[in-house]
C-alpha cells in the first residue's frame, strides 16, 4: 500500500510540475515580451493576450488539474483503503 | 446516493427558477420604467428587494449547528461552491475597482486581471484539495492541525484576522458608496446601512446563510455587470459581443487621443495646471508664511467686502474662502501637497490617462505613470502579479470555503466552477474600460458646460472629490483636463454615462451592492469564526457545547461589523489600496506556510510560525515606509523608500520568499519529522470514490 501512496505522490507532483510550468508561462512571458516584442508581433497584441486569453488558460491549467488528479484518484484510491 | 441525487436536482430546479425569476424581474420593472414608475420607486425597489431576497435566504438556512454553521455541513456541490466562491472573491475592488484602474491605469492595471485569476491555479493544485482532505473548520485550524501546535494556530489566526479586516473595511466602504448613490444619502449613513445588509445575510445562518446566499448575489452581479457592457456594445458599434466592438473602437480611440493631445485649447489648460502646480510648489518651500499670507489675505478680502456693503452672496463667498484656508501647517501641507500632485498630472498629455490604444514599438508599461509617482516598470508589473497570485492563494476567505464540499473531488472542481465565474467577468472589464474611456473622450469632453449631461451633476453634488469639473480657461467649453472622474465610480456611472434606463443604473448599483455584501459577509464569518474558534474553543480545556460557540461567533460578527464600519466612514484609503495590502498580506504568511505543511514533510511548528511572522514583519515594513498613503500619514514625501523601484502593491512579493527561507531554516534546525511524516501522508492519500 505504502508503494502505492508513494507512486500517487510522484505522479500527482508530475502533474503538478508541469501544470506550475504551463500557469507561469501563462503569467510572466506575456509581459516579459510586451517589453522585448519581435517586429513580428506587436505589443498592443500581447496586452490583449493577457487581457483576455490569459484567464481562459488559467481554466483550462485549473481543469487540467482537476480532471487528472481526479483519475489519480480513482486509479489509486482502492489502494489507499 | 439516490438522497444526494435528489439533493442535487431540488438545487438545479430552485436554480433555475431564481435566475428567470431576476430576468422576469428585471423585464418587469424596464416595463413599468417605460410607462412612467418614479425613478425613486426603482431605485428603493432595487436597493431592497435583493436585501430582502438575500435576507430570506439567510434566515431559512439559520442554524445553531456547528458543521452547518462553520461549513455548511460540507454538503455543497462544486457548481454551487464554485459560484459562491465566485461571488465571495468578485467584491467591490473586482465590480467597481478593476475597470476604474485599466482605465486610469492603462495596461499596467492588467497585472490585477492575471493575478486575480491565475492565483486560482495555485489554489487548485497546491491548497484546495489538501485543506478539504484535513477537514477543519479554518484556516488557523489547519495550521494547528498540520503543524501540531497552537502557535502556528495563533499566528496564522492574528495574519488570517488582520489581512481579512483591512479587506472588509474596503468592502464596507463601497457599500455606503453605492448606498448612497441609491439613497442620496451621506457616504458615512450609507456605510452602516449597508451593514444591515452585510448582517442579515451572515448572522443567523453562518457559512451555510452566506454560501447560498452569495450562489443568489453572484446571479444579480453577473446580469448587473454584463447588461451594461452589451448595450454599450451595440450602442457604440451595433454588435453585442463586446470583445468584438472593443476590437473595432481602439483605431478611432486611438486617433482621438492623438488629436487630444495635440489640440490647442487642451494645451492651453495643460499649461494652467502646469502653472498651478508651480505655484503649489513654491507654496510648499515655505508653508507656515504662505499659511500666514493666505489667511490675512482670505481675512482682509471679507473685511473689505463687509465694509463696502457687499451682497450676501459675496459674503458668503468670502466667507468659504476664509474657511477652506488650511487650519494649520500640517493640514495646509497635506492640502497643498495634494493639489500640487493633481495639477502636475492634469499637465500632463491626456490629464495624465495612459493612452488605451498606444501606436506599435511604444513599452505599454513603462510609459505609464503611477499615482505615486514611481516609474510603472516590467518588474513592478512580474512583482504585482506574482503578489497577487500568492495572495489569492493565501486570502483566507476563499480558501475556508473548500472545507464546505462533501468531498476533495468536489473541492477541486469548485476551483474549476469558480475561475470560470469570475473569468467571465474580468474579460469584459478591459472592454469597459476601452468602451467608457470612448463615451468620455468622444461624447462628454468638447462638450460646452452648459450642455453637460446630468451624470456629472449628479455624482459631483453626491461627493465632488468623485466628478469635478473646472473651466480653468474660461472658454466654456470642457476640456479633458478641466474634468476629473473617479476610477471607482466608472461602472456605476456607466449606465448613465451611456444614456441607458435608468433600471440598468440601479441595476448595476445592485450588483455592486451584491458584490460587496457577498464578500463582506464571507469575510466577516471567517474573523469571527477564527477568533471564536481558533483563540478561545480549540485551546479551551474545557468542552463547550456546540450551540454556545455558534452563538458566540454571532456576537463576534456583530462587533466585528461595527468596528469595521467605523473605520470605513473614516476613508482612510481607496479600495484598491486596502485590498492590495491585504494580498500582500496574505502572500507573505499564509501561502508560504500552507503550501510548505502539505509538499515538505520538514516543515513543522517553530518553522512555520518563525516564517508567518517573519513574512509579516517584512511586508509590513514594506507597506509603512514606501505605501503613499502611508507615508502621508507619517509626514513623509510621496515616491520615496522603493526597493528596486517595486510599488508597495507588491509588497509580499519581499514577504514570500522571506517567509519561506525563515520557514525552511528554522524547520531545519527544530527537525521532528516522525509526526507529519503520517499526517501528511494521510493529506496526501488519494481519496476512494
Given at each position: 500500500m505504502q508503494l502505492a501512496l508513494r507512486r500517487h505522490w510522484r505522479k500527482h507532483s508530475a502533474l503538478v510540475a508541469l501544470l506550475t510550468l504551463a500557469w507561469a508561462a501563462v503569467s510572466f512571458m506575456p509581459p516579459l515580451l510586451a517589453v522585448a516584442v519581435p517586429p513580428w508581433l506587436e505589443s498592443r497584441r500581447v496586452m490583449w493576450f493577457i487581457a483576455e486569453v490569459a484567464p481562459v488558460l488559467f481554466l483550462v491549467i485549473a481543469w487540467a488539474y482537476a480532471h487528472f488528479a481526479d483519475k489519480l484518484d480513482a486509479e489509486y484510491g482502492e489502494d489507499s483503503r | 446516493m439516490l438522497s444526494q441525487a435528489r439533493y442535487r436536482r431540488g438545487l438545479h430546479r430552485n436554480f433555475a427558477i431564481y435566475v428567470a425569476a431576476c430576468g422576469l424581474v428585471i423585464a418587469g420593472m424596464m416595463a413599468l420604467e417605460r410607462m412612467g414608475m418614479p425613478h425613486q420607486w426603482i431605485a428603493l425597489f432595487f436597493l431592497l428587494a435583493p436585501v430582502v431576497a438575500f435576507a430570506t435566504i439567510g434566515i431559512y438556512c439559520r442554524t445553531s449547528n456547528a458543521t452547518d454553521y462553520y461549513v455548511a455541513g460540507r454538503a455543497v456541490p462544486a457548481p454551487y461552491n464554485g459560484i459562491a466562491i465566485a461571488a465571495d472573491w468578485l467584491s467591490v475592488a473586482s465590480f467597481l475597482g478593476l475597470t476604474g484602474i485599466l482605465y486610469a491605469s492603462g495596461y499596467s492595471g492588467l497585472a490585477y486581471l492575471v493575478g486575480w485569476t491565475g492565483g486560482f491555479c495555485l489554489i487548485a493544485m497546491y491548497v484546495a484539495p489538501f485543506l478539504r482532505k484535513a477537514g477543519q473548520y479554518t484556516i488557523p485550524d489547519f495550521l494547528g492541525y498540520r503543524y501540531g501546535s497552537h502557535w502556528p494556530r495563533i499566528v496564522g489566526l492574528a495574519v488570517c484576522v488582520l489581512c481579512c479586516f483591512v479587506y472588509v473595511v474596503a468592502q464596507i466602504y463601497g457599500v455606503g458608496l453605492i448606498v448612497a448613490r441609491l439613497t442620496g444619502m451621506s457616504i458615512e449613513i450609507g456605510v452602516f446601512l449597508g451593514l444591515g445588509g452585510v448582517l442579515v445575510c451572515s448572522f443567523l445562518g453562518g457559512m451555510r446563510g452566506v454560501t447560498w446566499t452569495q450562489v443568489a448575489q453572484y446571479v444579480i452581479l453577473l446580469i448587473a455587470f454584463m447588461l451594461p457592457v452589451v448595450l454599450l456594445s451595440v450602442q457604440q458599434t451595433g454588435v453585442p459581443v463586446p470583445q468584438v466592438a472593443a476590437a473595432m473602437q481602439l483605431p478611432k480611440l486611438s486617433a482621438l487621443e492623438v488629436r487630444l493631445s495635440h489640440d490647442e485649447r487642451e494645451q492651453q489648460v495643460r499649461s494652467v495646471f502646469a502653472a498651478q502646480a508651480q505655484r503649489y510648489a513654491v507654496m510648499l518651500e515655505d508653508v507656515d508664511t504662505t499659511l500666514a499670507e493666505e489667511r490675512s489675505a482670505a481675512l482682509r478680502h471679507l473685511e473689505a467686502t463687509l465694509a463696502s456693503g457687499g451682497s450676501m452672496e459675496d459674503i458668503r463667498a468670502a466667507k468659504r474662502a476664509l474657511a477652506a484656508v488650511p487650519v494649520d501647517s500640517e493640514a495646509a501641507r497635506k492640502a497643498w501637497t495634494r493639489a500640487r500632485d493633481d495639477s502636475v498630472l492634469r499637465s500632463q498629455p491626456l490629464a495624465g490617462l495612459p493612452t488605451q490604444a498606444p501606436a506599435n514599438g511604444t513599452s505599454l508599461i513603462e510609459d505609464e505613470p503611477s499615482s505615486d509617482g514611481a516609474r510603472n516598470t516590467t518588474l513592478n508589473f512580474v512583482a504585482l502579479i506574482l503578489c497577487l497570485m500568492a495572495g489569492t492563494a493565501g486570502m483566507p476567505h476563499v480558501l475556508s470555503r473548500f472545507y464546505t464540499t462533501p468531498s476533495v473531488r468536489e473541492a477541486r472542481w469548485s476551483v474549476v466552477w469558480a475561475l470560470a465565474g469570475i473569468a467571465v467577468l474580468y474579460i469584459c472589464a478591459p472592454i469597459l474600460a476601452v468602451l467608457l474611456r470612448w463615451e468620455v473622450l468622444?461624447?462628454?469632453?468638447?462638450?460646452?458646460m452648459a450642455q453637460l449631461p446630468q451624470w456629472i451633476a449628479d455624482w459631483s453634488n453626491l461627493d465632488p472629490t468623485l466628478v469635478s469639473v473646472t473651466d480653468v480657461n474660461g472658454d466654456q467649453i470642457l476640456q479633458l483636463a478641466e474634468l476629473k472622474i473617479n476610477p471607482d465610480i466608472l461602472v456605476l456611472a456607466t449606465p448613465e454615462i451611456g444614456g441607458m434606463p435608468f433600471v440598468v443604473t440601479c441595476l448595476v448599483a445592485a450588483g455592486g451592492l451584491s458584490a460587496a455584501l457577498s464578500t463582506a459577509d464571507g469575510l466577516l464569518l471567517t474573523i469571527a469564526n477564527a477568533l471564536t474558534h481558533d483563540l478561545f474553543f480549540a485551546r479551551a480545556k474545557v468542552q463547550v457545547r456546540a450551540s454556545r460557540r455558534v452563538a458566540a461567533s454571532k456576537i463576534v460578527v456583530l462587533v466585528v461589523a461595527f468596528f469595521a464600519a467605523y473605520v470605513a466612514t473614516?476613508?482612510?484609503?481607496?479600495i484598491l489600496a486596502l485590498v492590495t495590502a491585504a494580498f500582500s498580506i496574505a502572500a507573505a504568511t499564509i501561502f508560504p506556510a500552507l503550501v510548505l505543511g502539505v509538499y515538505w514533510k520538514g516543515s513543522e511548528k517553530w518553522g512555520a510560525s518563525a516564517g508567518m511572522s517573519a513574512g509579516l514583519a517584512v511586508t509590513l515594513y514594506y507597506l509603512l515606509s514606501s505605501h503613499p498613503v502611508l507615508r502621508e500619514l507619517r509626514g513623509l514625501p510621496v515616491g520615496g523608500g522603493l526597493w528596486w523601484g517595486i510599488?508597495?502593491?507588491?509588497?509580499?512579493v519581499f514577504g514570500l520568499p522571506v517567509a519561506v527561507a525563515v520557514n525552511v531554516f528554522v524547520s531545519l534546525i527544530f527537525a521532528h519529522r516522525a509526526r507529519a511524516e503520517t499526517l501528511v501522508d494521510e493529506l496526501r492519500r488519494p481519496e476512494p470514490r
Open positions: - | 468622444n461624447g462628454v469632453v468638447g462638450l460646452p473614516l476613508q482612510l484609503a481607496e510599488q508597495a502593491n507588491a509588497a509580499g
